[in-house]
T-cell receptor, first 113, second 112 residues
Framework: DVKVTQSSRYLVKRTGEKVFLECVQD?????MFWYRQDPGLGLRLIYF???????EKGDIPEGYSVSREKKERFSLILESASTNQTSMYLC????????????FGPGTRLTVT | GENVEQHPSTLSVQEGDSAVIKCTYS??????FPWYKQELGKRPQLIID?????GEKKDQRIAVTLNKTAKHFSLHITETQPEDSAVYFC???????????FGAGTILRVKS
């Protein structure tokens, strides 16, 4: 059973703070993704990674960076949090095989005040 | 880049009726189209998917159809039940599951 976990369910940060969101998967998946979910906008891809130390920009990378030092862990970093980054953040992982399914974590509700 | 439009944004049906959610995509190179269901407070989960070499796929009460010429695909739920109430997201990918582009979502309410 695939398990994707995220470091926090709820997080409150102040404007300008550096924020780390962590995601861990236990299925040895090569691919990992970070999305943000906002009402009426669906899930938008921020960054993704196909392998350790590899990263690629998604559709809305501005204001974010990522780190993947180990295969099972993918971190999203908000260098200087802003109020417009208040959102639900979802991590996902998948294996580049025939199944294609992305497995999501429970999400982190981030509020920036 | 790829753009996916989804409608309706909300859909209310009576228990036992059918529900249809439609999506259009912009890039003819897209070849994989999954549907995810997200119940309130839970994570999205894949419920069905279809690849570009298939026109229709069924799994019990749910089915997905794909029209590559028109660049649209649809989710059909028959005999809806209260537990079908959720947000449904369609998505498209040019890379067989990697780099999905999602639609905005449809809130489905099944009234009993």
């Amino acid at each position: 059973d695939v398990k994707v976990t995220q470091s926090s369910r709820y997080l409150v940060k102040r404007t300008g703070e550096k924020v780390f969101l962590e995601c861990v998967q236990d299925m040895d998946h090569e691919n990992m993704f970070w999305y943000r979910q906002d009402p009426g906008l669906g899930l938008r891809l921020i960054y993704f990674s196909y392998d350790v130390k590899m990263k690629e920009k998604g559709d809305i990378p501005e204001g974010y960076s990522v780190s993947r030092e180990k295969k099972e862990r993918f971190s999203l970093i908000l260098e200087s949090a802003s109020t417009n980054q208040t959102s639900m953040y979802l991590c996902a992982s998948s294996s580049p095989g025939a199944a294609y399914e992305q497995y999501f974590g429970p999400g982190t509700r981030l509020t920036v005040t | 880049g790829e753009n996916v439009e989804q409608h309706p944004s909300t859909l209310s049906v009576q228990e036992g009726d059918s529900a249809v959610i439609k999506c259009t995509y912009s890039d003819s190179a897209s070849n994989y189209f999954p549907w995810y269901k997200q119940e309130l407070g839970k994570r999205p989960q894949l419920i069905i998917d279809i690849r570009s070499n298939v026109g229709e796929k069924k799994d019990q009460r749910i089915a997905v159809t794909l029209n590559k010429t028109a660049k649209h695909f649809s989710l059909h739920i028959t005999e809806t039940q209260p537990e079908d109430s959720a947000v449904y997201f369609c998505a498209a990918s040019m890379y067989y599951g990697n780099k999905l582009v999602f639609g905005a979502g449809t809130i489905l309410r099944v009234k009993s």
